[in-house]
């Protein structure tokens, strides 16, 4: 045993390759991680003070075999592999960090549901052109009661206060974004194969639907699930002709998981109103795609990512959560459902 003040358990075997990365910034804990062959139940001891995890399980005789636990950090928002009755019965420290990487899906997603909402790139164009020209007006000074309001008339200019949210895969993007779509006013609504337990779906306000009703009740449907082969094209033709024709489809998941065929015949068509693309089939995305020509559709280069992440940052980060709660500061994302 080190003089470190605290010994921290970090369950995922991800991490392990990491921990000598950060180890410098946390002179105060000594990390012990979980590795392929010894998992978080192997490594439980009576002198472990904090836990940090991401996808491993931490349940009722997992918490058991930790007598000396005060604190707990979920990397990431969504709590579901954790027993949430077992560890308020322990009455430890229990909070969360959000991760970077789905937060910056999660901006764009809702970026995108913006621009579509406003027309963005037909408006931006309209102005850039000068195309009041073809309206016959001419700029004229403005003032506080006297201005050239909505010249161009674009009729599919709404507000997304009101609108049903339908996300498909509500993992840490899903949930990222129910929780600046709900502050936006909308309906959160979500689709995952396993459904949230009633505790999570209160908080991110978000209600459980099958993948028909989901599509059938969306103003706006959001893609947010890996690309597997069970969801390789998940979203055909058949799917899309469920949703509503005022409908947007956003995909910041993966380009395969929506037939882009098929998603190309329902915008030319106006099957659906509009979609906000980050992803395709072939990236970059080939210069003579039909999705080029079309105007209801708004795309962008892959920039989900945002400026990048990595493991040994989110490490870092929750690492650093963990230590303030070991030294009694109150959680920075209080866990407590009221």
């Known amino acids: 045993m080190s003089d470190a003040a605290w010994?921290?358990?970090?369950?995922?075997?991800?991490?392990?390759?990491?921990?000598?990365?950060?180890?410098?910034?946390?002179?105060?804990?000594?990390?012990?991680?979980?590795?392929?062959?010894?998992?978080?139940?192997?490594?439980?001891?009576?002198?472990?003070?904090?836990?940090?995890?991401?996808?491993?399980?931490?349940?009722?005789?997992?918490?058991?075999?930790?007598?000396?636990?005060?604190?707990?950090?979920?990397?990431?928002?969504?709590?579901?592999?954790?027993?949430?009755?077992?560890?308020?019965?322990?009455?430890?420290?229990?909070?969360?960090?959000?991760?970077?990487?789905?937060?910056?899906?999660?901006?764009?997603?809702m970026t995108l549901i913006l621009a579509s909402s406003k027309d963005l790139v037909i408006s931006h164009k309209s102005v850039a052109d000068g195309a009041y020209r073809y309206r016959g007006m001419k700029p004229e000074l403005t003032a506080e009661r006297k201005m050239a309001f909505h010249w161009m008339r674009h009729v599919g200019v709404h507000e997304v206060v009101g609108k049903t949210l339908g996300i498909i895969g509500m993992g840490e993007i899903g949930c990222e974004l129910a929780r600046r779509a709900e502050v936006m006013g909308m309906r959160n609504i979500y689709y995952k194969r396993t459904p949230l337990s009633p505790e999570l779906e209160q908080r991110f306000h978000a209600e459980y639907r099958d993948l028909d009703t989901l599509l059938a009740e969306s103003d706006y449907v959001c893609v947010a699930l890996p690309h597997t082969p069970e969801s390789e094209k998940l979203i055909g033709a058949a799917e899309l002709d469920k949703m509503k024709e005022s409908a947007f489809i956003v995909n910041i998941a993966r380009g395969g998981i929506i037939d882009e065929d098929a998603l190309i015949a329902a915008l030319a068509t106006q099957r659906i109103r509009g979609a906000g693309l980050d992803v395709f089939t072939y990236e970059p995305l080939p210069a003579d795609s039909p999705l080029c020509e079309l105007d209801n559709v708004i795309m962008t280069p892959h920039i989900g990512g945002g400026s990048g992440t990595t493991w040994a940052g989110e490490l870092a980060t929750a690492l650093a959560e963990l230590a303030s709660l070991l030294e009694g500061n109150a959680p920075r994302i209080d866990l407590t459902v009221r």
Not at 12 to 40: N, R
Request: contains cysteine; aromatic residues 6%.
């Open 7 to 109: 010994k921290v358990l970090v369950t995922d075997p991800k991490f392990a390759d990491f921990v000598g990365d950060v180890t410098a910034q946390f002179p105060q804990l000594e990390i012990v991680c979980a590795t392929d062959e010894l998992d978080a139940r192997a490594l439980a001891a009576d002198d472990i003070s904090g836990l940090m995890t991401q996808f491993a399980t931490v349940d009722a005789e997992l918490l058991a075999a930790l007598p000396g636990l005060r604190a707990i950090i979920k990397n990431g928002r969504s709590y579901h592999n954790i027993d949430t009755d077992a560890v308020r019965a322990r009455e430890v420290a229990f909070g969360s960090v959000p991760r970077k990487g789905p937060n910056c899906v999660a901006e764009l997603a």
